[in-house]
């Protein structure tokens, strides 16, 4: 009897062990993306421009009527094609086309940005 005592003993003491060692937490990328905040206060047209221009204008130039007259190489080619309302649901992947096209959905901060730069009036500084 004695000895079922120590055995019971000794496997609850392993058990906790394991237990205690592998509940030893990380910091994975899941938590530090929640902990990520995006900044979506004061945007101008500047702050954009590493969508707009780096991304976007590569196919969409002036004067390009391939891509149903969509412009993202200047301020007021931006502005335009914000106003026929294509390019938020283009960017959100909720419209027929999703954009940037055959490439990564922009990352929701991304899009949170240029939100709140649509609902602040597109200001250009
Ligand atoms: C690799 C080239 C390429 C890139 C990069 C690209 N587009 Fe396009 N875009 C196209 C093409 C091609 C079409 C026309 C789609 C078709 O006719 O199949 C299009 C169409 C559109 C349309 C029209 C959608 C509609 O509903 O009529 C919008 C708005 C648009 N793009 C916005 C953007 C924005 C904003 C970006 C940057 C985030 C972007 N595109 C990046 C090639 C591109």
């Known amino acids: 009897m004695k000895l079922i005592k120590y055995l019971v003993f000794i496997v609850f003491f392993v058990s906790f062990g394991l237990i205690y060692s592998t509940s030893c937490t990380f910091d994975n990328e899941e938590d530090l993306l929640k902990n990520f905040i995006c900044d979506t206060n004061d945007i101008v047209y500047n702050d954009l421009t590493y969508i707009f221009t780096d991304i976007c204008s590569v196919c969409h130039k002036e004067g390009d009527?391939?891509?149903?007259?969509?412009e993202m190489d200047s301020y007021l080619s931006?502005?335009?094609?914000m106003n026929t309302g294509l390019v938020l649901q283009a960017i959100n992947h909720t419209g027929p086309y999703?954009?940037?096209f055959q490439q990564?959905?922009?990352s929701d901060c991304d899009i949170d940005k240029i939100e709140a730069w649509v609902n602040a009036d597109m200001p250009e500084n």
Not at 65 to 70: A, D, K, S, V
């Open 65 to 70: 009527t391939e891509r149903l007259g969509i």
């Open 104 to 106: 990564a959905k922009l």
């Open 78 to 81: 931006v502005k335009a094609s």
């Open 98 to 100: 999703k954009m940037p």
